[in-house]
């Protein structure tokens, strides 16, 4: 009788770039007294470039995502916790380049548009995610952040509905691989058609998900459009509010607190005392420069978020139910303003 003999399994060869980036990632040096990594290099260097003139929204998005992808995130922790917090100081500068009557009458004409997509919005993405099958608290998420503003609706829903860090992780990394998406096509698909600073602007707001990419966007298109764009977006991020309120219904979480996006008050602080406050006209200009520096940093951070680990995280279905309901807004929303708004 022959006996048969186990032999332990052999690990298949590892990728030879994956080996490559581990060990590259892995290199350090000294400088000046202090340990310094390879993704630490390569992070503060593209940190600065995006400091330079040749600094853009689209740039530090790239950027961000090269460092994620090819040496990782040596700080990934540190820029999660700044990345909300200098998005809403950029938001806050960004009012003392609005003109109040101007930011008016834009947030009057983007009111049908933001009533009449939130609702649709929320209830196709409802539909299918029944279709898909998918969780029901995830797709409500990606629903939300679809509807009203991206990751800052998906984190004030996400505690109404006490949604697991699961469930956030996949919405909120749906809705981050969109919005670098549409920085970079937006622009093109708005330069193509030819359309206006007030059409672009409007489109940016309602059919980009998170604030920043939208006033990246409409930065990257031209002032008028960023005025409008900004505007629009900040008055639809208020139905944070009334969508958490409503969740907190649907889902049966008595005692739920609502988030407030308190930075739209600052926001439209700053634009009543630029318009109204002659003495902090010549204040304004450096306001706004340094507002746009922030938010070149803050696409840096989001695109040095997207790491393999988030992309994998997602999942297909809930990335087919965004992907579904980001098509269905932009060209339905872009067809009605081609036709609509001067």
């Not at 030819?194 to 409007?202: D, I």
Request: aromatic letters at 10%.
């Amino acid at each position: 009788m022959k006996v048969a003999h186990s032999h332990p399994s052999v690990a298949a060869p590892r990728e030879p770039v994956q080996s490559a980036l581990e060990a590259l990632q892995q290199r350090s040096f000294s400088a000046f007294g202090y340990v310094v990594t390879v993704p630490m290099l390569v992070f503060g260097l593209a940190l600065l470039l995006c400091l330079t003139p040749w600094g853009s929204p689209p740039l530090a998005l790239a950027l961000g995502l090269v460092v994620a992808l090819v040496v990782g995130n040596p700080w990934p922790t540190q820029s999660r916790r700044y990345t909300g917090k200098l998005l809403q100081w950029s938001v806050i500068g960004l009012g003392f380049g609005m003109n109040a009557q101007q930011a008016l009458h834009a947030g009057r004409e983007g009111l049908l548009f933001t009533v009449a997509s939130i609702g649709g919005t929320l209830t196709l993405g409802f539909l299918v995610g029944r279709w898909l099958k998918i969780e029901r608290k995830t797709s409500h998420l990606i629903a939300c952040g679809t509807a009203i503003c991206g990751g800052s609706a998906i984190a004030a829903v996400g505690p109404v509905l006490k949604a697991e860090e699961s469930q956030m992780s996949v919405a909120l990394g749906t809705v981050f691989v969109l919005n670098s998406v549409a920085l970079f096509l937006f622009p093109a698909v708005g330069h193509w058609l030819s359309m206006t600073q007030n059409q672009f602007g409007l489109w940016c707001a309602i059919a980009i998900h998170d604030t920043s990419s939208v006033v990246g966007a409409a930065s990257h298109y031209g002032d008028q459009a960023l005025q409008i764009a900004t505007t629009v977006k900040l008055a639809r991020a208020l139905w944070i509010i009334p969508v958490s309120l409503g969740t907190a219904f649907l889902f049966k979480t008595p005692g739920a607190k609502v988030k407030l996006p308190y930075f739209i008050l600052g926001f439209v602080a700053a634009m009543l005392l630029s318009s109204y406050v002659p003495a902090l006209h010549p204040l304004a200009p450096v306001a706004v420069y340094l507002a746009k520096i922030g938010l070149t940093l803050t696409l840096f951070l989001i695109g040095a978020g997207l790491s393999a680990r988030v992309l994998r995280s997602v999942g297909v279905r809930p990335f087919v139910q965004g992907v579904v309901l980001w098509a269905v807004i932009s060209t339905v929303s872009l067809w009605v303003i081609l036709h609509a708004v001067a």
